[in-house]
Every structure is written in structure tokens, then in C-alpha cells.
């Protein structure tokens, strides 16, 4: 032991390669993790070409157009300058089973600002309140449309106050829609665990605290449809998880895609 340690300091030291300059954050790149807490982190990369979208006519709502400076755009498909897609909803779909999550007690608030929701795209916990908020001078109707949980549909008035809804069950890809506004919508994304994050800006994700074990990992977006990969979370060390989405691909409905990568804990 002690001839090898010897050894090895008798090597000539390697030479140590100069730190390369830090890119700015593209699709090939990699991400890196935010903080300690970061279990799975990963990027959501977009190919091909990004749909040519229509600005939203909002003239019929001069009140809501006036809260915006530019165009707006549908929030359909957001594909970022790096070539990543923003609003895709990445959360552990198996993995989990028998294991209960604590429900926060702090709501999800999903704003209606300038006849646009915000956000677009949220994670909510079974449980958890959602609470509807009406920044706007105007009326708005809050229409869920839930498949699984109760469809809900509430008027609410310019001042009203806050609207309070739970889901009582999983359920990805509730739409909530603008009866009066038909081009407001938002996904919501009904969770039985926490380990959700939606991609940003720069096409980036990250979930954080998950335990050790083995998961699929399931990205979904509203117009491409759903991806899953497996992953493994060895404790201390962030695991990296890329998806792609691709203009060419045709809708994939989770449920259907998802079937052959169950995994039986
Ligand atoms: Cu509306």
C-alpha cells in the first residue's frame, strides 16, 4: 500500500485541462442542477420548425389588449431561442405507488391577467387548493374540463373574489378554459406525489427532493403528447434527464404511449 501510494506521487502530475469558458445555456448543453435539493434535472429540446402561430385578436376586450405592449401569442407551443420548448410538464408517474405526500398548504394561484392565464401550465396536488384569481375589468368564466374530476364552470366579475377549487383525484391535462375568451387556456396537471416541474425559458427543468429508487419519468406537452423515460436517483448526485419533442411527431396520448413502461416496484 504504502509502495503504491509512493508510486503514485512519483508520477509526473497530469496536466490539468484549462476550464472551459461557461456557454450560455443551448439544448446540447448541459444543465446544471440549482442547488443541493436537485434529484433529476434536464432540458426539453425541440426539432424541426416551430408552428407559425397567429397573434390573439383581443379588440373585443380593449381592457385586457391595453395590458399588453406587444403581440400575444397563443401559448401553445413555445419553442425558446436555444431551441428548447418551454410549458412541458415532466413529474414521476411511476415509482410512487403506496407512498402519501403531505398536501400544501399554501394554494396554486392561477391569475387571469390581460385575458391570459398565468401560468400557462401548473402541477396541483389532489387536495391542494386552487385558487382562481380575476385581475382583469372583466368578466371571465372558469371552465375546467376534467374528465376524471368534476367539470366546473364559474363566472366570476371583474372584483370578485378569489374562486377555490380541489381536485380530488390524479389527472393530467385538464384544460381550463375562457367560455368568454375562447383563445384563454391553461393545463393543469393533478398530482398524487410533488416531483413535478414544467420546462422554462430556456427549455430547462428540475425536480427536486426525490428519494432514491428507480421512476419513470413521464414529459407531457399539450400539442406533442407524452414521453417517458426510466431513471434511477442514487442519493446525493443529480441525475441528468433530456426529452425531445419534434414538429414532425404526431400526438401521443400518455395513457397509450406509457403502457410498456410501467415498472412494478
Ligand atoms: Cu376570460
Redesign the pocket.
Known sequence: MLLATVAAYGQAPKATPKAAPKAAATAGAPAAPSGPDVAVLGRISFKGQAPVLKPIAMDSEPTCAAKHTGKVFPETVVVNPNGTLKNVFVYVKTGLEGKTFPVPQTPVTLN?LG?MYDPHVFGILVGQDLKIVNSDA?T??VHGAAQINPDFNIGQRQGAGPIIRIFDKPETTVPIV?N??PW?KSVAHVMSNPFFAVSGADGGFEIKNLPPGTYTLEALHEKYGASTQQVTVVAGKPVTVNFSFSSGQAFVPGSLKTLATVIVP
Open positions: 387571469q385575458c372583466t371571465h368564466n375562457c368568454q375568451h384563454m
